[in-house]
């Protein structure tokens, strides 16, 4: 018997991608959000009334939705550039498997507009927000203190900071009294 890897290495990707919505009762307008284009060129991907996509970015977020990788797809170049997955996209997945939560069912637990953000997220295109609230959301969806989601939040934050010239060598003193204050803060409004 064929494992998964060789059906889906012989089937067309229209129809794997048929397969998965199939399977998944997934609405295709739903998918079309959660991976950034129309109904109409969901339905023409499927219906195969255009080639399927060559595009890395859409067809790494169609893998990223179906959780197969993208080199499964016949059309699938390899980027120049490396995508990196950081260590707060690894531990949103950790929890993500810890749940037993498929990527569709954690997609669906945000708001439909904010479900291509996630995405790419989760591809490693994009890092987490800045926006606390936004975090705050993704660690409710997977059960996680916010204690816990602060430290990547803090991370990011002195990512974005340095990068804008913020060097905290020279400003030790209030980089320490900035993050204390905002662990204060998140610690005591957290529910």
Known sequence: MANKKDTLMTMKSSEMLYNFLENTNLHKKDFAQMIGVTLSYVYNLIDE?????????????????MDISPEEFSEYKIPQDPIIVDETTEFIREKQKEKKMSTVQFLKSFPRKQRLTIVDI????????????????IAQVLDVSKEEMYDFWEMRLKQVLQAGGFNFENNQGLGLAMFECARNYIYKNSK
């Open 49 to 65: 009334t255009i080639p399927f996509s060559t595009r890395s970015t859409t067809l790494e977020r169609i893998a990223t939705v």
């Open 122 to 137: 989760l591809r490693g295109a994009r890092p987490i927000p800045l926006d606390w609230e936004d975090i705050s959301l």
